[in-house]
């Protein structure tokens, strides 16, 4: 696709069609993730794979508004190893590292066809509990991947109504020139 046509057409996606994710598409997003930029090069990402569905089930369990979850092929949750970054201006930079090469899986998962749906509603706890992460790793986000079903289901429809999600502000209301 056109770099445009990536950023476009990337929407959150939460319904799924049962469509097994090839493994070269899960390398070649991961793959996007590794080349990301990050504080001092430190690379303090970690990304676990998760296509078991009982996991996946254990998962969804740990968000309220996130049980949609349930349903979808592979969860990829993204976290960041604190020791490895940096923090200037009170910035905890392990969380940007993360979000950042996060991004690159996701506009990546688009280029390719794949849905994904960027997801900050957990308790890291629970979410630590299920995979077994260490104490010292944070849990930065969560994104499913897979094949975009042809009709949105309920829960899909609910949340682009409610976060009116393709609505954005105007460039005027968010950039100034030179000074505030
Ligand atoms: C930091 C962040 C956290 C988000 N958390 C959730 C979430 O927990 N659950 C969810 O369904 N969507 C979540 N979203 C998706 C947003 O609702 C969505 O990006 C926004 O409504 C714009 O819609 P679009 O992604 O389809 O363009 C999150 C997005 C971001 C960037």
């Known amino acids: 696709m056109e770099f445009t046509d990536v950023i476009e057409s990337r929407t959150s996606t939460r319904t799924y069609r049962g469509k097994e994710v090839e493994d ?22 970690r990304f676990i794979v998760v296509r078991d569905k009982e996991k996946i089930k254990a998962l969804s369990k740990t968000s309220i508004v996130n049980r949609w979850l349930r349903k979808v092929p592979i969860i990829i949750v ?15 930079y392990f969380a940007v590292d993360v979000a950042i090469a996060m991004e690159h899986i996701i506009l990546a998962a ?51 109504l409610f976060a009116r999600s393709k609505k954005r502000k105007n460039l005027n209301e968010i950039v100034r020139y030179e000074k505030w």
């Not at 849990?139 to 991947?145: G, K, Q, W």
């Open 24 to 45: 070269d598409k899960i390398e070649y997003v991961l793959e996007c993730a590794r080349l990301a930029p990050s504080w001092a090069n430190r690379q303090c990402w």
């Open 110 to 160: 688009t280029d390719i066809g794949l849905g994904s749906c960027w997801i900050a509603a957990f308790d890291e706890k629970k979410v630590k509990e299920v995979l077994e992460i260490p104490n010292r790793i944070r849990v930065v986000a969560l994104t499913p991947l897979g094949y975009p079903a042809q009709k949105s289901g309920m829960s899909d429809k609910t949340i682009k």
């Open 78 to 92: 993204a976290c960041g190893d604190p020791t490895s970054s940096g923090v200037n201006n009170n910035i905890d």
